[in-house]
């Protein structure tokens, strides 16, 4: 049975109409409110909440009835978007004093503090739209055989890098591809080059460090001759990751395709 991303993305939306944070809520002080009831209200609020809606109630019961309604609308209606914005607030600088928060977003937030179903629905919502854009990427790779092994460092690296790419991290998926590189290259280096790099470089040999030293005792390593052209194009991107600015969907995919050449090239038995 295929997976329909689309089923998927509708029944999300579904669950969110049911389920937005604060509108069973609202929708429970508006009929309070309507019906008379709303002294039952205070055995389930905080006194200081209680006496301030009692107080607003008071001056105008229909409208405030009618206000409630309207903010358990606005809630079903704008969940999804609310819980964008509250996913981006995480990711990106927020400058003090500038957000100016809709009541009714306010009073979603403060219900959903220890469900979170605002973060969970953003989340659902963005892997769901990554995953047709990742199964495409994913068609460009083939599987990486190599004939003797690195370390699980190296593995790690190397599965953080493709999944970045996977993932539309394209900037990350490059500095990985580097780190993926340096650590490999350190584990197949003999042991008198590796006590040299160690102390030369105080254990901190960049990519760039360690190409340098295989360029020079390229036969003393053991390496393939064609391994540094691949290699330093990786740590060119890498750089260019790291010091230039965001990289491009193509950009990653290079460099992650010549990362894993480079591998297979210098992972040879």
Known sequence: MPIETDRLSAELLRMADENAPGREFSVAIAELARSGRFAQLEEVLPNVVYQELQDRYRLDPAGFALEWEQLAHEM?????????????????????GSDITPAWQSIQRALDSRQNDLLRAAVAEECLDLIEPAVA???HLRECVVESPSSEEADRYLDEATRCYFFALFTACAVMCRSVLEEAIKQKLPENLKTMVRSRYRNAATLGNLLHEVNNNLHASGIDAGFPRLANLVNDIGKKAVHQGLLSEDEARTCLQNARAALQMLLQA
Do not use: E, I, N, P
């Open 76 to 96: 079903q209606k704008g969940f999804v978007q609310h819980a964008r914005q509250r996913l981006t607030s995480l990711t990106r600088l927020q400058q003090a």
């Open 137 to 139: 990427r994913a068609t």
